[in-house]
């Protein structure tokens, strides 16, 4: 066995003591103060340029580490970058794609559908934001001797991780974007990930700007019912 690898380790359960036990009405409760809480989250396109501690970006990605994930391989990365070069070519890469998708790549139905929020092919907040976090999923796992283990679930491992992340961020009195340029593969180069992940997307993080907007379409929200059916 290699140092690469890991002995397997058998089955070995210990105590669950993280329980609660709350009442149902105090669960009800908690359950609806968190909700009015997340409601207030948009998407934030207009940043200010205030600092933002390091170890707020620290804690909200070790919160989005405790992510269930397949077989608790945990296939995620997330690279930080704070102001600097490497963001203003992020925005240049990003912009050259953004260019490309709006003049014809999207197609009309995808644009149509993108036109109540406003977006378009200019990205400043990349540049502007004091936090980028791009989060990588990691297909494999590649040992120093090139072989390669498998992980499990990666995709939705992933998306959990960055639900969690986004929640931290709000929680944390901040505002967030998830940008997805198409295609990220300029990300690992510039954040010098190997060739086993792939950019996710791109998170930016910061204050808003004092007069930030949102889109007006942004506020309506599909209702319960059309969302959830109790079988």
């Known amino acids: 066995m290699t140092e690469d690898n890991k002995e397997i380790e058998e089955f070995e359960p210990i105590p669950f003591t993280e329980s609660f036990n709350l009442s149902d009405k105090e669960s009800i409760k908690k359950s609806q103060d968190f909700y009015e809480k997340m409601i207030k989250r948009h998407t934030i396109r207009e940043f200010s340029t205030q600092s933002v501690p390091r170890e707020v970006i620290e804690n909200c990605i070790k919160t989005a580490g405790l992510a269930p994930n397949g077989a608790n391989k945990q296939p995620w990365h997330f690279a930080v970058l704070a102001k600097g070069d490497k963001r203003k070519v992020i925005r240049e890469e990003a912009e050259i794609e953004e260019v490309d998708f709006y003049s014809g790549r999207a197609g009309q139905e ?122």
């Open 110 to 231: 995808w644009l149509e559908a993108l036109r109540p929020l406003g977006t378009d092919t200019k990205k400043p907040f990349l540049e502007e934001a004091p936090w980028l976090i791009v989060v990588f999923a990691q297909r494999y796992e590649q040992n120093k001797d090139g072989s390669k283990l498998k992980n499990y679930y990666v995709p939705e491992s992933c998306g959990i991780a960055c639900g969690l992340l986004v929640t931290a961020i709000h929680h944390a009195g901040l505002v967030s974007l998830t940008h997805t340029p198409s295609p990220m593969r300029f990300l690992n180069e510039i954040c010098g990930r190997p060739e086993n992940e792939k950019a996710l997307m791109i998170v930016v993080v910061g204050h808003p700007k004092e007069d930030a907007t949102i889109p007006k379409e942004a506020i309506r929200k599909k209702p319960l019912e059309e969302i959830a059916s109790f079988l």
